[in-house]
């Protein structure tokens, strides 16, 4: 009896340090892990922003009525921010909002940066 308590007591003990060591290397794992998860997400946004970006500007260049060569275009998260150098007249600057708006994955468009004839 006595010699299963004390093979009892070292199986417990030689548990709980298994146990140990095997929720230190799973946290140690999980760590990078969860940092690569969020660099990913990271990259899924900027390539999205950078379609987004793409999309609009390929639209505005391509529809007649709107300077679109001389619109700069960015995004940051799904918000489209366009802005020129030469001036528009507001129906071209509501125009060129409304094509933004349609872009599949944009939020909100800001055309604060288009000059104002």
């Known amino acids: 009896m006595k010699k ?33 998860a969020g660099e990913v997400t990271k990259a899924k946004e900027a390539t999205s922003d950078t379609w ?6 390929a639209d ?11 619109i700069k275009v960015e995004t940051n998260k799904g918000v489209v921010s366009l802005s020129s150098t030469v001036a528009v007249t507001d129906s071209q600057k509501k125009m060129a909002v409304d094509i933004a708006k349609k872009i599949k994955g944009v939020k909100a468009v800001s055309a604060d940066g288009l000059k104002a004839e």
Do not use: N
């Not at 007591?9 to 690569?36: C, H, N, R, V």
């Not at 987004?52 to 500007?57: G, P, S």
């Open 4 to 36: 299963f308590a004390i093979t009892a007591a070292a199986a417990t003990a030689l548990t709980l340090t298994m146990a140990s060591a095997f929720a230190e290397t799973t946290q140690a794992t999980q760590a990078p892990m969860m940092l690569a």
């Open 52 to 57: 987004i970006t793409t999309k609009v500007k």
């Open 60 to 70: 505005l260049v391509t529809e007649k009525g709107i300077p679109g060569s001389d």
